[in-house]
């Protein structure tokens, strides 16, 4: 149990800057992602025969919980990060592509999956003409992509079924800007996709829907 998840130690590099005006940044990072006690302590796949009222013996999954805070196991990350400013729409735009594995197994057992992402965004800059008689206006309209993939995990040397999966992140973003200061809201919806590969596997897909404000 916790109440904590991972710690992780981010190490940033700028490897280029444009310092005023229109250009590039180039970001390197990298760092350890140190884990928390709040982890799984036995594979949610292991079966046990299980008597039934009627005296036959049937196979299932053995009790165990799905929600916890940490993959248990140290890892490394690396990423690197480009964004451009621009004078002509979109005057904002970038990405990053970043890296994250494992470098041992947890306490347990447990190798988490080897995981890939890329992310993009772009923003549109003021919208001059777009007029409203709200006490705020629309400064900036963003959209924003990510693509993850996640390679297999294992318990105790044997391939996870359901591991390997694709992740596809659209997103929309507002900015406004008012008397006030300037807020936004991120709409994002996500699709994730089991990539099956036995007759065995658990056809599953997962829906994710997020929505930040910030000020």
């Known amino acids: 149990g916790g109440f904590l998840g991972d710690t992780r130690i981010n190490f940033k590099y700028l490897l280029y800057n444009q310092g005023k005006g229109p250009g590039s940044r180039v970001f390197l ?9 709040a982890t799984l302590t036995e594979s949610p796949w292991t079966k046990s025969n299980v008597m039934l009222p009627n005296g036959s013996e049937v196979e299932t999954y053995t009790p165990h919980r799905h929600f916890y805070l940490s993959d248990g196991a140290y890892k490394m ?10 004078i002509k729409m979109p005057v904002f735009w970038g990405g990053s592509f970043s890296v994250e594995f494992p470098l041992e197994e947890s306490d347990y057992g447990f190798k988490p999956s080897t995981r890939y992402e890329l992310s993009m965004l772009a923003l549109s800059g003021p919208l001059k003409n777009v007029k409203t008689n709200a006490p705020f206006k629309i400064s900036s309209i963003g959209l924003n992509m990510t693509v993850g993939y996640a390679g297999h995990s294992e318990w105790n040397g044997v391939s996870t079924p359901n591991s390997k999966a694709m992740m596809y992140i659209p997103g929309l973003s507002i900015l406004f800007a008012s008397k006030a200061g300037t807020f936004g809201i991120n709409i994002q919806r996500g699709y994730e996709e089991y990539l099956q590969e036995k007759v065995t596997d658990i056809e599953e897909t997962n829906k994710v829907y997020a929505i930040s404000l910030s000020y």
């Open 29 to 37: 990072g990298g760092g350890l992602l140190i884990p928390t006690s």
């Open 77 to 86: 990350f690396a990423e690197i990060q480009f964004f451009k400013k621009r």
